[in-house]
């Protein structure tokens, strides 16, 4: 079992940047490969960026590439997204997830663990 706790969420105005951070427990962290998912309302959680859990390989969806980066510290049992140039489009609730098997999955379902999501709204 892993357990996923995310912080850094907040309100920010367009162009402004935040960092979020997923802390995991539980299972031996650098096991596991990390992403980050969102989740507008009314609209289905996507995928937005995934580590491999050597910290190699890195995936990005289309509409955050060049803006958001995602690293771990795997000594932290820590996961980052740090995001600048925010748009008002980025708003929604920000997840972290975690599984064994597929390092860059942008589907859901693949994914173990989950964190309670974390609230960010950029303003216009």
């Known amino acids: 079992q892993v357990q996923l706790v995310e912080s850094g969420g907040g309100l920010v105005q367009a162009g402004g940047s935040l960092r979020l951070s997923c802390a995991a427990s539980?299972?031996?962290?650098?096991?596991?490969?990390m992403a980050w998912f969102r989740q507008a309302p009314g609209k289905e959680r996507e995928f937005v960026a995934a580590?491999?859990?050597?910290?190699?390989?890195?995936y990005y969806a289309d509409s955050v590439k060049g803006r958001f980066t995602i690293s771990r510290d795997n000594a932290k049992n820590t996961v980052y997204l740090q995001m600048n140039s925010l748009k008002p489009e980025d708003t929604a609730v920000y997840y972290c997830?975690?599984?064994?098997?597929?390092?860059?999955?942008?589907?859901?379902?693949?994914?173990?663990?989950w964190g309670q999501g974390t609230q960010v709204t950029v303003s216009s």
């Open positions: 539980g299972r031996t962290f650098s096991n596991y490969n």
């Open positions: 997830a975690a599984n064994r098997v597929y390092s860059g999955s942008f589907n859901p379902s693949n994914y173990d663990y």
């Open positions: 580590r491999k859990w050597n910290g190699g390989t890195t």
